[in-house]
Structures are given as structure tokens and as C-alpha cells.
């Protein structure tokens, strides 16, 4: 089955500055790859997603990049601000059948004012 | 976004006894329906996959007879997480999609934390 890896588990950055979370898949088949903030006590919120059609997407300060033959894929997040301070999930699934999604580990980003 | 609501949003119970947890698409019908558990500090790991009508697919290692998923309508799932233990205290999240071939996004519940006592 499908394994990701996340990295890093946790990440610290200050008002302002950039942050970078990347993640590894294992199963060629997937095609798609979505992004999730979760805040504590509730569930995961989607942020962003990419299909393997493509190799990069934005939305406002969210971008997320795609490399299919490295089966890599990172969540960028420019200008952070305390609220973007949670634990965001990566997943990549198979949009064909019922479409599983498998979770990354999480990372948790804390934005210091 | 569609909205899922799930019911309770916290609950406890005694050991021994038999928990409900309701998921439902408040603004869409749920062609699947997805139940997970969470582990503190943990990521979320699928427990079954379930369609309407039809029998859920559960996970290797999650117990079908103890981890009970009903989808009697595409708007409705429950899990009832029968003779709980202490051991099955964790946070259970569902996500429920309009497409079962997968190609709209899934929506997530608020999560039911289940504390066994």
C-alpha cells in the first residue's frame, strides 16, 4: 500500500518568514495530493490540493509543488502569520475506485509573533 | 466548502459499554463515507472505507465485528464502537465524498473524542 513521509515533525519559524514542509510518497499510481491544517481538537481542514497533471499550484500565500518522477511533494507557506500555528497533514491518494487517502505524520508549525 | 457534521462531539463512556458516533453531509449527498482514528500526536490512520448500501471495507487490523459502520443513506454513517475498552479512547474523524470514483474532494467532520473510563 501507499506509504508517506513527512518532514519535519515539527517546525518553528518567525512572523514573517517562510516555511517549507515536504513529503515523500511511495506508490507510483497516486494522483493526487492534498494538504490539511489541523487545529487542535478539530478535523482536518483541506488548504490546498495538486493533481500529477500538474507540477505547481498557488493560492495566495500557499503554494504547493509536485516532482511525480522523485514521487516528492512540498507545502510552502510565505508571510506566515500566528494563525497559520497548527499541525498540517500531506496525503496522497488514487482518484480511481473509492480513493483512499493516506496521511503523512504531521507537522506541527508554530509561528512566533 | 460542503459541511459534515458529526454527533457527539466529545463523549465518555464506562468500559464495557457500546459508543455511537454520527456522521453526517449536511449539504450533499455522500456517495463514501470515510471513518479514521486518531491517536494523540498521531496522524490519521483509515479505519474502513464505506458506501451507501453496501458493506464498509475495513482496514487490515481494525475488527469489523468490534468497530460497527452502518451507511444506510447518502447522507448518514454512524460507527458504534461496541464493548469499548480503555484502549479505544482516540479522537475518530469521518470524511465523506460525493464522487466514489474520487474525483471531488472529501470533507472532513470536527471529530468525536471518545474517552473510555
Known sequence: ?113 | GAVVSQHPSWVICKSGTSVKIECRSLDFQATTMFWYRQFPKQSLMLMATSNEGSKATYEQGVEKDKFLINHASLTLSTLTVTSAHPEDSSFYICSARADALGNTEAFFGQGTRLTVV
Do not use: M
Not at chain 1, 60 to 74: E, G, M, P, W, Y
Not at chain 1, 83 to 104: H, I, L, N, P, R
Open chain 1, 1 to 113: 500500500g501507499e506509504n508517506v513521509e513527512q518532514h519535519p515533525s515539527t517546525l518553528s519559524v518567525q512572523e514573517g518568514d517562510s516555511a517549507v514542509i515536504k513529503c515523500t510518497y511511495s506508490d507510483s499510481a497516486s494522483n493526487y495530493f492534498p494538504w490539511y491544517k489541523q487545529e487542535l481538537g478539530k478535523g482536518p481542514q483541506l488548504i490546498i490540493d495538486i493533481r500529477s497533471n500538474v507540477g505547481e499550484k498557488k493560492d495566495q500565500r500557499i503554494a504547493v509543488t509536485l516532482n511525480k518522477t522523485a514521487k516528492h511533494f512540498s507545502l510552502h507557506i510565505t508571510e506566515t502569520q500566528p494563525e497559520d500555528s497548527a499541525v498540517y497533514f500531506c496525503a496522497a491518494a488514487y482518484s480511481g475506485g473509492y480513493q483512499k487517502v493516506t496521511f503523512g505524520t504531521g507537522t506541527k508549525l508554530q509561528v512566533i509573533p
